[in-house]
Nanobody, 124 residues
Framework: QVRLVQSGGGLVQPGGSLRLSCSST??????WGWFRQAPGTGREFVAT???????YYSSSVRGRFTIARDDAENTVYLQMNNLTPEDTAVYYC????????????????????WGQGIQVTVSS
């Protein structure tokens, strides 16, 4: 059974950085995604990385966030820089099976497994 375990959230001041991690207990060759949900809003796509390491970002985070994968550790990371209060949300990682090597997946219903969610708060 595949389980995704997240770590790395917390409170940071505007302009600061955080790195989120998400490790899988099983499976391999996933396409990985990061999503977030702010209070009173729907879940929003943030970033994705394909099995072949193609990446894609939402316009709201492009240039500030970086997604990366470590296949030996079955882990995906989200490096978040220059954070703003608008980035405050619960962040979720997700893994999709049977993805093509360079497939970009932005729709949440294409993902099979989800992390538990982790709070990121950007505030002074």
């Amino acid at each position: 059974q595949v389980r995704l375990v997240q770590s790395g959230g917390g409170l940071v001041q505007p302009g600061g950085s955080l790195r989120l991690s998400c490790s899988s207990t099983g499976g391999s060759n996933f396409a990985w995604g990061w999503f977030r949900q702010a209070p009173g809003t729907g879940r929003e796509f943030v970033a994705t990385i394909s099995p072949g390491r193609s990446t894609y970002y939402s316009s709201s985070v492009r240039g500030r966030f970086t997604i990366a994968r470590d296949d030996a550790e079955n882990t995906v990371y989200l490096q978040m820089n220059n954070l703003t209060p608008e980035d405050t949300a619960v962040y979720y990682c997700a893994a999709a099976e049977r993805a093509y090597l360079q497939e970009i997946i932005t729709l949440d219903d294409r993902y099979h497994y989800w992390g538990q969610g982790i709070q990121v708060t950007v505030s002074s």
